[in-house]
């Protein structure tokens, strides 16, 4: 049996990228921060390993049981450091794995964002990169670790989603709390497409890119849904769950790195990763889905349903 180690695995996308590589009959471990969140996993039949990403000698043994090593964690506050943690973790066990023969697959979680303002042309992962301020960290992160496919017996994919919803919220959180108190504040102009994908979505491609990583080795893939939401089309969407009920709808200036990423328009061509992996969103976007994505998350944030 193939074995994973999640790094970031009681995280939003860690969880169901954990729970995904656990149906698909792979054995899972995750790194977790404490014991409240290893009980959760636990529930769905994934290993925990209670550890800090700071501190390696938390976790690294570990890595020399893992056939694939997925990197789902961000800190934005010490981002190189934190970083660099993880990729040196990753060579070393790479280093161990070519002693022993076998191979060791790496998946990087990245960020559309790196591609910046696409306007609606459209843009795949071999486009010119044009990062927001607060993600430009992650421009030298793929390249580093892509660098690592030159350690002996260590695959290095690199993912990409784009803005992630379902289930407990992700981003829409912040729309569907706003629903609820009756005034949804977002950054931006609000004339703006967002490109989008769905949590369970996500994590299957995932579970396609491990199966498939002796072949995509050294490539950079983009997660995405085939065409954009616009914010106008969210905002009409979301408004329709509150009925006659009055919702004020606000914009403000992006006040931190996730509110410039709201306030960009992607369209993101996503046709190379579907043809590689023969992976397909299948989940109904946000705004199609809007009523189950809202009953979903109120359960999540204990709201009368």
Request: glycine share 8%; hydrophobic share 40%.
């Amino acid at each position: 049996m193939t074995n994973v180690f999640i790094l970031g695995a009681s995280g939003y996308i860690g969880k169901e990228v954990s729970r995904a590589f656990s149906r698909a009959g792979f054995r899972v471990h995750g790194l977790v921060r404490n014991e409240e969140e290893a009980r959760i996993l636990a529930q769905d039949e994934i290993y925990t390993i209670v550890g800090d990403i700071k501190r390696p000698e938390s976790f690294i043994k570990n890595f020399d049981e893992a056939d694939v090593i997925i990197d789902t964690s961000v800190d934005y506050n010490e981002t190189a450091e934190y970083f660099k943690n993880v990729l040196n973790a990753v060579k070393q066990a790479g280093e161990r794995r070519a002693q022993r023969g076998g191979q060791l697959t790496f998946i990087h979680t990245s960020s559309v964002w790196v591609q910046g303002e696409t306007g609606y042309q459209g843009e795949s992962q071999d486009s010119d990169l044009q990062p927001l301020e607060g993600v430009a960290w992650r421009v030298k992160a793929e390249q580093d670790a892509l660098a690592l496919t030159r350690t002996p017996n260590v695959r290095v994919i690199v993912l990409r989603p784009a803005l992630v919803y379902g289930r407990t919220g992700g981003f829409f959180d912040r729309v569907f709390s706003g629903l609820v108190a009756g005034n949804i504040r977002l950054p931006g102009t609000l004339e703006n497409s967002l490109a989008t994908i769905h949590v369970d979505d996500l994590a299957e491609l995932y579970v396609k890119v491990a199966e498939r990583a002796p072949v995509l080795k050294g490539q950079t893939l983009t997660a995405a849904n085939r065409s954009s939401e616009s914010v106008q089309d969210i905002i009409r969407a979301v408004r329709r769950l509150a009925g006659k009920r009055e919702i004020k709808v606000e914009s403000h200036k992006p006040a931190n790195v996730n509110d410039e990423g709201v306030a960009l328009t992607q369209v993101i061509d996503t046709r190379s990763t579907r043809a590689v992996t023969e992976w397909e969103p299948r989940k109904r976007t946000f705004v199609e889905g809007v009523a189950e994505y809202f009953q979903s998350w109120k359960a999540a944030n204990q709201q009368p349903i």
